[in-house]
């Protein structure tokens, strides 16, 4: 009965450490990555907008791929969502849109699509640029070859982004 019982204590006692490790390495370092992810969300509103300041929207929407949207004082606004492509929640981008309301810029925050393929999102220019202009969602697009799901997901971010902007443009101008 003993030989049974050990085993089952001496793996218990392992995955209690373990998980105060966890916890512990954590609370160290969640103060950090808070800091590095809106370092990171600075520098890419700079991307598209230069040098600004802006101020975060607290809107509520039922939508939860939108992470933030943060608004300049000339009504510029950068709308961040995060949608899945061919790697769940691997597009997650910056859209830019001027205060006309089209878009003027797309900004990539991180990217989990496969190098070499749906990393061309990204890396090709005029595919990103298709999109620039927009004020509503379109159906055509030019998809990048090799990379449906990412471009489809791309597409998917970009009207996402413009759906929420044009439904709560008042909220999100207004302050």
């Known amino acids: 009965m003993k030989?049974?019982?050990?085993?089952?204590?001496?793996?218990t006692v392992i995955c209690v450490i373990?998980?105060?490790l966890l916890v512990f390495a954590y609370e160290l370092t969640k103060e950090r990555i808070a800091?590095?992810?809106?370092?990171?969300?600075?520098?890419?509103?700079?991307?598209?907008?230069?040098?600004?300041?802006?101020?975060?929207?607290d809107l509520k929407n039922s939508n939860d791929e939108v992470q933030s949207i943060a608004v300049t004082p000339d009504n510029k606004t950068v709308i961040q969502v995060c949608t899945d492509g061919y790697a769940k929640d691997g597009i997650n981008i910056l859209v830019g849109i001027n205060e006309k309301g089209r878009i003027s810029g797309i900004e990539?925050?991180?990217l989990g699509e496969t190098p070499g393929l749906g990393s061309n999102?990204?890396?090709?220019?005029?595919?990103?640029?298709?999109?620039?202009?927009?004020?509503?969602?379109?159906?055509e697009f030019d998809a990048v070859s090799?990379?449906?799901f990412s471009s489809n997901g791309m597409k998917h971010a970009v009207d996402t982004a413009l759906n929420v902007y044009?439904?709560?443009?008042?909220?999100i101008l207004g302050g």
């Open 108 to 110: 990539f925050v991180s």
């Open 146 to 148: 090799g990379a449906t």
């Open 3 to 11: 030989d049974k019982i050990k085993p089952t204590f001496v793996l």
């Open 18 to 20: 373990a998980s105060l």
């Open 35 to 57: 800091d590095q992810k809106a370092q990171k969300f600075y520098s890419s509103v700079e991307a598209l907008f230069g040098k600004t300041e802006y101020r975060i929207v």
């Open 166 to 171: 044009n439904e709560n443009k008042e909220a």
């Open 121 to 139: 999102i990204r890396d090709d220019a005029d595919f990103r640029k298709q999109f620039y202009g927009r004020k509503e969602p379109k159906d």
